[in-house]
């Protein structure tokens, strides 16, 4: 639809468009039309000729003329149905063909001096009395309804449209599919304003606001076609059609920012009001009228994330992942400060499938009880500068199981831990382990700290110095994930730490060619130039077992021996090999 700048209600008219049922297509009315004139014509063709013919009806012999009532009703029929579904142009039509059928009838019984007639003329003005009635009944539901739909789409408030109105647009928009953006608008700081100022004087700040918008999308001086919609509290909804570019959905959005530019005075104080635009498009970006809502709501909140002086954004699919990564800080945030991160204990083996201990493996469920995959909370928690706290929770309460495990069963199995560089690097760290034996009663042997290689490239110097007192007090070092980084020999040649683990995805890879498997036996071999043990984690089929073998690896981790266990089967597992 293109805009008309001669029209000045444009609100309205898409209202009228969309919402009222307009049954009177052209179609329908000339097919009643053409029925209307056959009837007629055949009634006609009785009249002048076919009185005394006869047709074979069921095996008896018939009148024509018998069939002059039935084609007379059924004309009869179609202009009161004129009437009921096609309103004014109706009843004027039907009117005014019942008027001429019925001055020509009264001329024919003049002029013939005919009283058969009679019943026709009888039959005429029952008819016209007919749709007299059902027009003026008609009329009155018609006012009803109109105002039972002036009521259902408008908020009564502001007088814009309403929710209501704007999905039954959307819906019919896709319905036909033409292309249109979908923007949301939510005015910022409008709770200080009802705070402040009281809900009456919000209630005019919206007012105002609506007017100044809807006179934009009335005279169409944006340029498009805009349908401006409020549906709840301070949030507002705006459909553009007739754009031919994102620069054109802009330049509009541009427009109602700039009526919130001007002062706005309520009960003599001065408001100055801004707005946030996030926006979607049909059908490029979304495809259901869901979609559309979702992703320009996406593009509002991350206008109002970034708080700079741009106040409209496109929606784009990277936004959701910035939603997301939002919405899993959050849930990270409350699973610390409700404690519930929790761990798993994934075992370690040697290659005689004997057992060498455990890794801690953090895990958390959001507080409707949904498990959370590490591989989407553990980077976020990397990225918001969350994952020490995630370190520490995990270390203390493996640590305390482990230890009571340690006591209980006497064993004297390996716990290893995962320490960020992050946490590594606080200078809490040391007086942190401290504390966990001590509390634990684990013995420092039994404990094992992983540290990924990117932190002797980072801090070499402060690393090698916090590792060595890690190791002054008995617990063991692990370098996690080794060659995804860029490992210096050089530092790994000085480097305190007992054991290598090779990150799972040069397992993965191992036996697809010569070269990987010669890299995984390479990594292998420096790990025992260099005194340290070697594990592989991420091992799941006999294939990758029996290569590891030859290659000469010493532990393995992954999915062929153990999947990550609870506190109680880890607990079983441990009874077990003792047993053994």
């Known amino acids: 639809m293109k805009p008309n700048n001669n029209d000045k209600n444009n609100l309205r008219n898409t209202l009228d468009d969309v919402l009222i049922n307009k049954m009177h297509s052209k179609a329908a009315f000339a097919l009643l039309l053409l029925l209307y004139a056959a009837t007629t014509a055949a009634i006609r063709m009785i009249a002048l000729g076919g009185a005394n013919t006869y047709l074979m009806l069921i095996g008896r012999s018939v009148p024509i003329g018998g069939f002059t009532g039935i084609f007379s009703n059924l004309a009869n029929i179609c202009l009161v149905t004129l009437v009921v579904f096609f309103g004014k142009i109706g009843f004027v039509t039907a009117l005014g063909l019942l008027l001429m059928q019925f001055s020509m009838i009264f001329l024919e019984m003049v002029t013939q001096h005919s009283t ?16 007299i009635i059902i027009y003026l009944k008609s009329a009155k539901v018609n006012e009803y309804q109109t105002r039972m739909r002036e009521q259902a789409v408008t908020d009564r408030l502001t007088g ?38 009281g809900y009456e004087a919000g209630n005019k700040v919206l007012i105002e606001i609506a007017q100044r918008w809807k006179d934009i999308a009335d005279t169409g001086v944006s340029g498009t076609s805009d349908f401006i919609t409020r549906v709840s509290g301070d949030e507002y909804v705006l459909i553009i059609r007739g754009y031919n570019s994102d620069e054109a959905i802009r330049k509009t959005i541009s427009h109602y920012e700039s009526a919130l530019g001007k ?21 490029s970006d979304a495809s259901t009228t869901d979609s559309l809502f979702s992703y320009a709501d996406t593009a509002i909140h991350e206008v109002k994330r970034l708080k700079n002086s741009n106040h409209i954004l496109r929606f784009t699919p990277d936004l959701l992942k910035i939603e997301r990564t939002i919405e899993i800080e959050g849930k990270i945030r409350d699973a610390l ?6 761990f798993r204990l994934q075992p370690q083996f040697d290659m005689s499938h004997k057992l060498r201990g455990f890794e801690a493996l953090a895990r958390m469920r959001d507080s409707d009880g949904n498990i959370i995959a590490p591989s989407e909370f553990i980077p976020v928690a990397e990225k918001v500068g969350l994952i ?14 482990f230890g009571g495990l340690c006591k209980k069963t006497d064993t004297k199995l390996m716990l290893s831990v995962n320490a960020s560089v992050r946490h590594l690097m606080k200078n809490g760290f040391l007086n942190e382990v ?6 634990s009663g684990l013995p420092p042997q039994q404990l094992e700290i992983e540290i990924t290689e990117s932190i002797m490239i980072d801090s070499a110097e402060k690393a090698f110095q916090c590792i060595t007192e890690i190791r002054d007090m008995g617990v063991q070092i692990a370098i996690d994930d080794f060659g995804t980084g860029y490992s210096s020999l050089s530092y790994l040649n000085n480097f305190p730490a007992n054991l290598l683990k090779i990150d799972k995805s040069f397992i993965d890879k ?10 995984v036996a390479a990594i292998i071999s420096i790990g025992h130039i260099m005194g340290f043990d070697v594990i592989s984690e991420g091992v799941e089929d006999p294939d990758q077992l029996e290569t590891l073998k030859d290659i000469g690896c010493d532990l393995i981790q992954g999915f062929i021996w153990g999947r990550p266990l609870h506190k109680k089967d880890a607990e079983q597992l441990v009874m077990e090999n003792l047993n053994s």
Request: charged residues 20%; contains cysteine; glycine residues 6%.
């Open 116 to 131: 058969t007639y009679l019943p026709g003329v009888f039959g005429n003005a029952l008819t016209i009395l007919a749709i």
């Open 160 to 197: 814009l449209p309403n929710r209501f109105a704007c999905s039954e647009l959307l819906n019919e928009l896709i319905r036909i599919g033409e292309r249109f953006a979908l923007v949301h608008i939510d005015i910022n700081g409008f709770k200080s304003i009802n705070s402040s100022m």
């Open 263 to 283: 002062r706005l005075t309520i009960d003599n104080c001065d408001f100055f009001i801004t707005a946030s635009f996030g926006y979607a498009e049909y059908p």
């Open 337 to 342: 400060e409700n404690d519930t991160i929790s």
């Open 388 to 401: 020490d706290k995630v370190d520490s929770a995990v270390f203390r309460k493996a640590a305390m199981f």
């Open 434 to 439: 401290r504390w966990v034996l001590s509390t």
């Open 510 to 519: 191992m036996n697809s060619g010569d070269s990987s498997k010669q890299y």
